[in-house]
């Protein structure tokens, strides 16, 4: 497996409280991802990064920021956590734009 | 918008049984690719198809990508509990699309009984 490592791996958290998870990797890509998996949902992706500071949003960033300050993190961030949020955070990696992806080990968070 | 369907959402085989998941693009993809997500795991990269009609063997996994690269599927034949998991077909668009957004299908959910 890639080099790729999220924390925490299991949250519980409460509405309203802010909750960031993070994402390091050690293969020095430059394209990093964070998609939430929900059952019937598949894999949605919230925002993506191109590069140090370069983000974008994707389908379904709405109450979700991100912040990549080295090439090797990647930061998701509830700013106030609602129980929609409940979910599987995956981080992936990519070396080039469309590349293969290599995900990390997810993150399960509960919001109460 | 884009979409990608994989067709069934779920399948229950016996073991030895051959499994197919199919998938297909509503726009032309520039190469498709497949993972698979094991119980409780994270999805793992399989394979990368990119020529039209592309066919590619992993032991008993048969990968195909159609002539009009729209759609793609995987056999696997003789299922084992090992085969147990989601399986994921993904794609850039080759025209237009979200900017740094694969699309992913949702996935077919493989049981297998001993």
């Known amino acids: 497996d890639a080099g790729i490592t999220q924390s925490p791996r299991h949250k519980v958290t409460e509405t309203g409280t802010p909750v960031t998870l993070r994402c390091h990797q050690t293969?020095?890509?430059?394209?990093m991802y964070w998609y939430r998996q929900d059952p019937g949902h598949g894999l949605r992706l919230i925002h993506y990064?191109?590069?140090?500071?370069?983000?974008d949003k994707g389908e379904v960033s709405d109450g979700y920021s991100v912040s990549r300050s080295k090439t090797e993190d990647f930061l998701l961030t509830l700013e106030s956590a609602t129980s929609s949020q409940t979910s599987v955070y995956f981080c992936?990696?990519?070396?080039?734009?469309?590349?293969?992806?290599?995900f990390g080990p997810g993150t399960r968070l509960t919001v109460l | 918008g884009q979409q990608v369907m994989q067709i069934p959402q779920y399948q229950h085989v016996q073991e030895g049984e051959d499994f197919t998941t199919y998938c297909n693009s509503s726009?032309?993809?520039?190469?498709i690719q497949w993972y698979k997500q094991r119980p409780g795991g994270h999805p793992v990269f399989l394979i990368q198809?990119?020529?039209?009609?592309e066919v590619k063997k992993q032991k008993r996994l048969t990968f195909q990508f159609g002539e009009a690269k729209k759609n793609s599927s995987l056999h696997i034949t003789a299922t084992q509990t090992t085969d147990v998991g989601t399986y994921f077909c993904?794609?850039?668009?080759?025209?237009?699309?979200?900017?740094?957004?694969?699309?992913f299908g949702k996935g077919t959910k493989l049981s297998v009984k001993p």
């Open positions: 992936a990696i990519s070396a080039e734009l469309y590349d293969t992806q290599y």
């Open positions: 293969e020095n890509h430059r394209y």
């Open positions: 990064s191109y590069g140090v500071k370069d983000t």
């Open positions: 726009t032309t993809l520039s190469n």
């Open positions: 198809l990119v020529k039209s009609g």
């Open positions: 993904a794609g850039p668009p080759i025209y237009g699309g979200s900017q740094g957004n694969l699309i």
